[in-house]
């Protein structure tokens, strides 16, 4: 498979990348040591493995590749296959991701890839024979399969070494031992899953392939997958960054700056990415269509890709956007983190920071003043793990709804991580602070509800078709002085200080990491108080709200369950559960608005790190980008570069992520969503002693409490089916803005059509039944009324 850009010559040094490099200029004596220094860092803080577990990695991994050779022999001679096509038959053993890499740290699992011949079935033969294999192995523990994950993958440890194994099934009667599976040819007649599980391997191979650097690579990328980790960035499923995703940063970097040492590559990243204007995309070499038609990320033909908001494009076809999972809250986040990295960086250049201050764990649980808790149970271990993996992968969701209920006034920002309570049995929980959008002005009084919002992601995670008793999920509200303890090292709370000394103390107080460690900020950090000087003030601030008698409450709620600790208040639709903000209730986290997504128009491909055309095709001409030898060029001159990098002429647009992220979402866990055409449970949308805090919305009490009175069988579930698509139904299309695009504003209108003709059907078959008049009826043709009349409203005004 051809790669523009490998042909051409720089001074005689191989020109990796779609444009040319920002700088050619070698290393200084300064730079050297530094990175010495940066190395000594990062081995101090354990992230390379020992020589013993080193060598116990490789024996498992030779025994692994044993293992399915046997197996394939074993249902070759089970399917018929003569003795000759028996001793033929041969499977092998790939490896990818941060192993493969090279910057796996102790304890790290290892990712392999089985790729078979087209006879070894995936069900059958892989997740059949070979777990049987497996499982009677006693080197082999924790054994699980994952047959419907969106990549099918085989989890267990074999002695004591974390495995995760993928299978290809390859459309050939025998896999050679020399197997090249970066061929594009490999993919013939290969199906989706597949397809799916050779993509690690080729992707990382060929990031190996475009780096010119491998071993300043790898430090520089050990580096940055240790920061984002410290700061809380780094979860693909949470809507950070991944391990993939880090690679192609990190390697686009090194393409830029060929020369350089990791110590001058970690600066450039964070000066690079913080001037970096989203959606531009990130590419390591021109996107190809290839010959088997498979999809590629391509914006100017799937409408999908002109959604994605933080774009960085695997190197292996088909290229696909390994950032679909992005939210604005999650890219307001890291591109704060970018920036404060930008400003460190450039402090240590002065000598006034170190490596200490970089690294310094982000305090998650002293930024936001409220919370939303997720707590999950279940009823043993083994349905504990499939229900968490079932609910992280719809957390996005529920940050994606909130943001679109409340117009994006209400921000997000879910913790990466998870926490388990040990008094309670299999139990984990999950964190998202919450905060008001910066640069917004607070009318008093003004409201935030999220209590349907909240409701609609219950319904949804409850939708899992692989549900079992037991499993079971509550969200709550809870503000900063209640989050509960075993959150924090060791069960303790650190002690926050008051806002007269509180800077005068910083180098003595614990901090809270993205990952619930605790550490002691090193010495001279000066330069670490006037990066986070804002998130200290507003800790600071709020340490003085209890006895301020001007202080608001967030959420107002009634008296908790007695399921829940004091302030941990659940969310639902019979609370009182609407959140206020007045000025002192605003959190802030450092400020700068960033920009919109932009694309010149729905025809048209960002052209950051594409051709000027707008072509993101095989045949790509670079944007030539005067490459300088001078180390000490101004930083005007290195942000012109930078800004070369992303010519082209852009315009804002309204982007609607709901739609497309809910559509590549379904696709991706078709498998595992019930269909609510069948009967629902809503009962937690039952109440007779509370009123509903949304004036617009009084059917929900009411009409709950009505339905358990009309039907007591089969006829409830018609009642259910027809409340929630009710809800669905004004829920999605009535508070649009007015101002939406036309295809949106068409596309609501279609799915909003479809509601009602589902709706009607549930009536129908309810009057039908029980030859009563429904309860809906009167306020459903006023309803209906009313939609038609904001339809035109729509397409008049917008």
């Given at each position: 498979?051809?790669?523009?850009?490998?042909?051409?010559?720089?001074?005689?040094?191989?020109?990796?990348?779609?444009?040319?490099?920002?700088?050619?200029?070698?290393?200084?004596?300064?730079?050297?040591i530094?990175?010495?220094?940066?190395e000594?860092?990062?081995?101090?803080v354990?992230?390379?493995?020992?020589?013993?577990?080193?060598?116990g990695?490789?024996?498992v991994?030779?025994?692994?590749?044993?293992?399915?050779?046997?197996w394939?022999?074993?249902?070759?001679?089970?399917?018929?296959?003569?003795?000759?096509?028996?001793?033929e038959?041969?499977?092998?053993?790939?490896?990818?991701?941060?192993?493969?890499?090279?910057?796996?740290?102790?304890?790290?699992?290892?990712?392999?890839?089985?790729?078979?011949?087209?006879?070894?079935?995936?069900?059958?033969?892989?997740?059949?024979?070979?777990?049987?294999?497996?499982?009677?192995?006693?080197?082999?523990?924790?054994?699980?399969?994952?047959?419907?994950?969106?990549?099918?993958?085989?989890?267990?440890?074999?002695?004591?070494?974390?495995?995760?194994?993928?299978?290809?099934?390859?459309?050939?009667?025998?896999?050679?031992?020399?197997?090249?599976?970066?061929?594009?040819?490999?993919?013939?007649?290969?199906?989706?899953?597949?397809?799916?599980?050779?993509?690690?391997?080729?992707?990382?191979?060929?990031?190996?392939?475009?780096?010119?650097?491998?071993?300043?690579?790898?430090?520089?990328?050990?580096?940055?997958?240790?920061?984002?980790?410290?700061?809380?960035?780094?979860?693909?499923?949470?809507?950070?960054?991944?391990?993939?995703?880090?690679?192609?940063?990190?390697?686009?970097?090194?393409?830029?700056?060929?020369?350089?040492?990791?110590?001058?590559?970690?600066?450039?990243?964070?000066?690079?990415?913080?001037?970096?204007?989203?959606?531009?995309?990130?590419?390591?070499?021109?996107?190809?269509?290839?010959?088997?038609?498979?999809?590629?990320?391509?914006?100017?033909?799937?409408?999908?890709?002109?959604?994605?908001?933080?774009?960085?494009?695997?190197?292996?076809?088909?290229?696909?956007?390994?950032?679909?999972?992005?939210?604005?809250?999650?890219?307001?986040?890291?591109?704060e983190?970018?920036?404060?990295?930008?400003?460190?960086?450039?402090?240590?250049?002065?000598?006034?920071?170190?490596w200490?201050?970089?690294f310094e764990?982000?305090?998650?649980?002293?930024?936001?003043?409220?919370?939303?808790?997720?707590?999950?149970?279940?009823?043993?271990?083994?349905?504990?793990?499939?229900?968490?993996?079932?609910?992280?992968?719809?957390l996005?969701?529920?940050?994606?709804?909130?943001?679109?209920?409340?117009?994006?006034?209400?921000?997000?920002?879910?913790?990466?991580?998870?926490?388990?309570?040990?008094?309670?049995?299999?139990?984990?929980?999950?964190?998202?602070?919450?905060?008001?959008?910066?640069?917004?002005?607070?009318?008093?009084?003004?409201?935030?509800?999220?209590?349907?919002?909240?409701?609609?992601?219950?319904?949804?995670?409850?939708?899992?078709?692989?549900?079992?008793?037991?499993?079971?999920?509550?969200?709550?509200?809870?503000?900063r002085?209640?989050?509960?303890?075993?959150?924090?090292?060791?069960?303790?709370?650190?002690?926050?200080?008051?806002?007269g000394?509180?800077?005068?103390?910083?180098?003595?107080?614990?901090?809270?990491?993205?990952?619930?460690?605790?550490?002691?900020?090193?010495?001279?950090?000066?330069?670490?108080m006037?990066?986070?000087?804002?998130?200290?003030?507003?800790?600071?601030?709020?340490?003085?709200?209890?006895?301020?008698?001007?202080?608001?409450?967030?959420?107002?709620?009634?008296?908790?369950?007695?399921?829940?600790?004091?302030?941990r208040?659940?969310?639902?639709?019979?609370?009182?559960?609407?959140?206020?903000?007045?000025?002192?209730?605003?959190?802030?986290?450092?400020?700068?608005?960033?920009?919109?997504?932009?694309?010149?128009?729905?025809?048209?491909?960002?052209?950051?790190?594409?051709?000027?055309?707008?072509?993101?095709?095989?045949?790509?001409?670079?944007?030539?980008?005067?490459?300088?030898?001078?180390?000490?060029?101004?930083?005007?001159?290195?942000?012109?570069?930078?800004?070369?990098?992303?010519?082209?002429?852009y315009?804002?647009?309204?982007?609607?992520?709901?739609?497309?992220?809910?559509?590549?979402?379904?696709?991706?866990?078709?498998?595992?969503?019930?269909?609510?055409?069948?009967?629902?449970?809503?009962?937690n949308?039952?109440?007779?002693?509370?009123?509903?805090?949304?004036?617009?919305?009084?059917?929900?009490?009411?009409?709950?409490?009505?339905?358990?009175?009309?039907?007591?069988?089969?006829?409830?579930?018609?009642?259910?089916?027809?409340?929630?698509?009710?809800?669905?139904?004004?829920?999605?299309?009535?508070?649009?803005?007015?101002?939406?695009?036309?295809?949106?504003?068409?596309?609501r209108?279609?799915?909003?059509?479809?509601?009602?003709?589902?709706?009607?059907?549930?009536?129908?078959?309810?009057?039908?039944?029980?030859?009563?008049?429904?309860?809906?009826?009167?306020?459903?043709?006023?309803?209906?009324?009313?939609?038609?009349?904001?339809?035109?409203?729509?397409?008049?005004?917008?």
């Amino acid at each position: 498979m051809g790669i523009p850009g490998l042909n051409n010559q720089n001074n005689g040094q191989q020109r990796l990348g779609i444009t040319e490099p920002i700088s050619l200029a070698g290393p200084t004596e300064e730079d050297v040591i530094k990175t010495r220094e940066l190395e000594k860092y990062l081995q101090g803080v354990g992230l390379y493995e020992s020589q013993q577990e080193a060598v116990g990695r490789e024996e498992v991994l030779g025994r692994l590749d044993q293992i399915v050779k046997i197996w394939v022999k074993n249902i070759s001679r089970a399917k018929g296959f003569n003795e000759q096509l028996v001793q033929e038959a041969n499977a092998k053993i790939f490896t990818f991701g941060s192993y493969r890499l090279g910057v796996h740290g102790p304890g790290a699992d290892i990712d392999t890839l089985c790729v078979g011949p087209r006879h070894a079935t995936r069900d059958e033969d892989f997740f059949g024979e070979l777990h049987k294999m497996l499982s009677e192995m006693q080197e082999v523990t924790e054994l699980h399969p994952v047959p419907d994950a969106h990549v099918p993958v085989m989890k267990f440890k074999f002695n004591g070494v974390s495995v995760d194994l993928l299978y290809a099934r390859l459309a050939l009667w025998v896999i050679p031992e020399d197997l090249d599976i970066s061929q594009e040819s490999i993919l013939q007649n290969a199906d989706e899953q597949t397809v799916l599980s050779l993509n690690g391997c080729r992707v990382t191979d060929q990031v190996l392939r475009l780096v010119p650097n491998i071993q300043t690579f790898r430090t520089t990328l050990r580096c940055m997958r240790f920061w984002a980790k410290r700061r809380g960035v780094y979860s693909n499923v949470a809507g950070f960054l991944g391990g993939i995703n880090l690679a192609l940063l990190v390697a686009r970097i090194c393409q830029l700056y060929p020369n350089a040492l990791p110590n001058m590559l970690v600066s450039r990243f964070f000066r690079v990415y913080t001037q970096w204007r989203w959606p531009n995309p990130v590419m390591l070499c021109a996107i190809e269509e290839g010959s088997l038609g498979l999809p590629v990320w391509d914006p100017r033909r799937n409408p999908k890709d002109r959604y994605h908001l933080m774009p960085i494009i695997t190197p292996a076809y088909p290229c696909m956007n390994s950032t679909y999972n992005v939210t604005s809250s999650t890219l307001r986040v890291m591109s704060e983190e970018f920036r404060r990295g930008s400003e460190i960086c450039e402090a240590m250049d002065a000598s006034k920071a170190d490596w200490d201050t970089l690294f310094e764990p982000y305090p998650f649980f002293e930024v936001y003043k409220n919370y939303l808790q997720i707590d999950i149970t279940a009823e043993n271990e083994d349905d504990l793990r499939q229900w968490k993996g079932w609910v992280e992968s719809r957390l996005r969701q529920l940050t994606l709804k909130i943001e679109r209920h409340t117009y994006g006034m209400l921000q997000c920002h879910p913790h990466p991580g998870e926490f388990s309570d040990k008094t309670r049995a299999f139990h984990h929980c999950y964190f998202m602070g919450l905060q008001r959008k910066q640069g917004v002005p607070v009318n008093e009084g003004e409201q935030f509800d999220i209590r349907l919002t909240v409701e609609e992601f219950k319904h949804s995670v409850n939708a899992y078709t692989l549900w079992k008793p037991g499993m079971d999920i509550h969200v709550s509200h809870v503000k900063r002085r209640s989050i509960p303890n075993f959150i924090f090292p060791g069960g303790v709370r650190p002690s926050y200080t008051s806002k007269g000394n509180s800077e005068n103390k910083q180098s003595s107080k614990l901090r809270v990491s993205g990952h619930g460690q605790t550490e002691k900020p090193q010495g001279g950090k000066a330069v670490a108080m006037e990066v986070d000087d804002v998130r200290k003030r507003k800790r600071s601030e709020d340490n003085m709200d209890t006895n301020s008698k001007n202080s608001k409450s967030l959420v107002s709620l009634p008296t908790p369950s007695r399921e829940f600790h004091d302030d941990r208040i659940p969310i639902s639709a019979s609370s009182s559960c609407s959140m206020k903000f007045d000025e002192s209730e605003v959190n802030s986290m450092g400020g700068q608005k960033s920009e919109k997504p932009c694309l010149k128009s729905l025809g048209e491909v960002p052209s950051g790190d594409c051709e000027t055309n707008g072509s993101v095709t095989g045949n790509q001409q670079v944007n030539p980008i005067v490459a300088t030898t001078d180390i000490s060029n101004s930083k005007e001159e290195e942000k012109l570069a930078i800004e070369k990098i992303m010519s082209g002429p852009y315009e804002a647009h309204q982007t609607f992520t709901e739609e497309p992220d809910e559509l590549e979402d379904d696709i991706v866990y078709k498998n595992q969503v019930k269909d609510y055409g069948g009967s629902m449970n809503i009962s937690n949308l039952e109440s007779s002693n509370s009123k509903s805090a949304v004036a617009e919305e009084p059917v929900i009490s009411k009409e709950t409490n009505l339905s358990t009175h009309l039907c007591s069988n089969d006829g409830l579930e018609e009642l259910e089916v027809n409340l929630f698509l009710w809800l669905k139904f004004r829920k999605f299309l009535l508070p649009a803005s007015i101002k939406c695009h036309a295809a949106i504003v068409k596309r609501r209108y279609q799915i909003s059509l479809n509601c009602l003709l589902n709706l009607l059907k549930a009536q129908s078959n309810l009057y039908r039944s029980y030859n009563l008049l429904d309860f809906f009826s009167i306020s459903f043709l006023f309803n209906v009324w009313y939609l038609l009349l904001s339809l035109s409203f729509h397409y008049i005004f917008r």
